[in-house]
């Protein structure tokens, strides 16, 4: 799980994207 963005936790497709 990772914590960069914020709603990461729902779509694992781009954690970190927005």
């Known amino acids: ?3 960069a ?3 990461d936790a729902a779509p ?3 954690p ?3």
Do not use: E, F, L
């Open 16 to 18: 970190r994207d927005t």
């Open 12 to 14: 694992a497709n781009r």
């Open 5 to 7: 963005s914020g709603m």
């Open 1 to 3: 799980m990772h914590g």
